[in-house]
């Protein structure tokens, strides 16, 4: 049975799309101010969109390097462009 219903999902706030970022990082609930910064401008570019953010959390876990940290905030840059 082929069956589409289009489902309307509204953008989480800033804060709650962080929240849901840091809930699903599954580490200690501090990241080095770097990495902060980076995951915050990962979680805007994901638009507050829920499924967007916990691909990139699952994406993030257990990344300790910087440079990957940069890197995935600039490959989100392309494929949104």
């Known amino acids: 049975m082929l069956f589409q219903r289009i489902i309307k999902v509204k953008p989480l706030s800033s804060e709650d799309a962080w929240t849901l970022y840091m809930d699903n990082l599954e580490r200690d609930k501090t990241l080095p101010l770097g990495e902060e910064q980076i995951a915050k401008s990962i979680t805007r570019e994901c638009g507050g969109l829920p ?21 995935a905030l600039e490959e989100i840059g392309r494929i949104k462009s």
Do not use: F, P, Q, S
């Open 51 to 71: 499924l967007g953010i916990k691909t990139m959390v699952g994406a993030m876990r257990g990344v300790i390097d910087i440079r990957e940290w940069r890197n």
